[in-house]
């Protein structure tokens, strides 16, 4: 299979870490999803290998549970060459009292290139961009930020819409506790999008309106103007006290189901990052229905992790040529 030519694309990029979206640019952005479209169509929808990333190895270190994005690093670093070492917690010498740090610092010893990390505590990754020599990215921090997950929302409306510049766009549901949320905040935003943030009070702080978003907190009122409406499920695991009366009465205001449909445009979109509560967020009808993208999200998912890791590697080996070509310029 052809490797396709990156190089106007890897010229552009300079980041050793993908952290978040809030700091990167349109253009950094536009830039990841362009190389995920490539690499998409070059494996073939990511079911072929290219040899991208040979020699190199990945490292996920998941301390919360996860099955969409820990099986999407994994394949995405294999469809492109990559080995791959999956770390959990449990079982770990983390139990023995051994920090999230040193946990860290010896897998990277083991000859790794990226670690892919998961905690609970917001800031973790960038705790370990500053402590590792490897390049690291974030697969959620608490309820800080999911970038590639952000990414891959991203993707997936601009295969269907072509532009996301001028649509607009409701994320539903727990805003509060959503990492997903916040980076498809940041990324909608940058790319032109106008965001609506909806749900209840209790999941919704008003302050989003100082940054530049619309709050709502009445689904109905909204949906006739929404081109994607993004579906969060409720984060009880991250709730201290339940927001809302009853589940009943959060689907009775919030759920998309065939009632709303009738009142949505007729090309909306209808998306959720998973994994998804059948009949709360979402009925059965609407998830499974012409309007859902949800599973074309989860290939997607790959696509943009194999763009992070590609990019972020070429980075990698651009700084660390840097670095021997300064060292050696002193020797002399």
Request: charged share 25%; with cysteine; net charge neutral.
């Amino acid at each position: 299979m052809s490797v396709p030519d990156l190089t106007s694309y890897t010229e552009r990029w300079d980041r050793r870490h993908l952290l978040d979206l809030e700091s990167l640019s349109a253009e950094e952005i536009t830039l990841l999803l362009d190389v995920a479209q490539r690499l998409k169509e070059a494996t073939e929808g990511c079911r072929r290998k290219l040899s991208l990333l040979s020699g190199k190895t990945c490292a996920n270190l998941f301390f919360e549970n996860s099955t969409r994005t820990r099986n999407s690093f994994s394949l995405a670093a294999k469809r492109l060459g990559a080995d791959t070492v999956e770390f959990g917690s449990t079982g770990s010498s983390t139990a023995k009292g051994e920090t999230f740090a040193d946990t860290a610092k010896t897998i990277e010893a083991m000859g790794v290139d990226w670690v892919v990390t998961r905690h609970s505590t917001p800031g973790t990754p960038n705790l370990l961009a500053r402590e590792l020599g490897c390049c690291v990215l974030n697969a959620g921090d608490g309820p800080h930020e999911h970038p590639t997950q952000g990414l891959l929302d991203l993707l997936t409306i601009r295969q269907h819409r072509g532009n996301l510049d001028g649509l607009t766009v409701a994320l539903v549901g727990d805003i509060a506790h959503s990492r997903t949320a916040r980076s498809n905040i940041w990324g909608l935003k940058k790319l032109g999008a106008h965001v609506i943030i909806c749900g209840p009070p209790t999941l919704v702080s008003p302050r989003w309106q100082e940054l530049g978003f619309e709050v709502a907190h009445h689904l109905d009122e909204i949906l006739p103007r929404c081109d994607v409406l993004n579906l969060l499920r409720i984060q009880f695991e991250r709730q201290d006290a339940r927001p809302f009366p009853s589940v009943r009465e959060y689907a009775a205001l919030y759920a998309m189901n065939a009632t709303r449909m009738r009142h949505a445009k007729d090309n909306i979109l209808i998306m959720a990052p998973g994994p998804i509560n059948r009949g709360v967020e979402i009925t059965p009808e609407v998830a499974d229905g012409p309007h859902s993208v949800i599973l074309e999200q989860v290939t997607n998912g790959i696509a943009v992790r194999m763009s992070a890791l590609y990019l972020l590697s070429v980075a990698d080996d651009r700084h660390a040529n840097r670095n021997g070509a300064a060292i050696e310029t002193q020797a002399n």
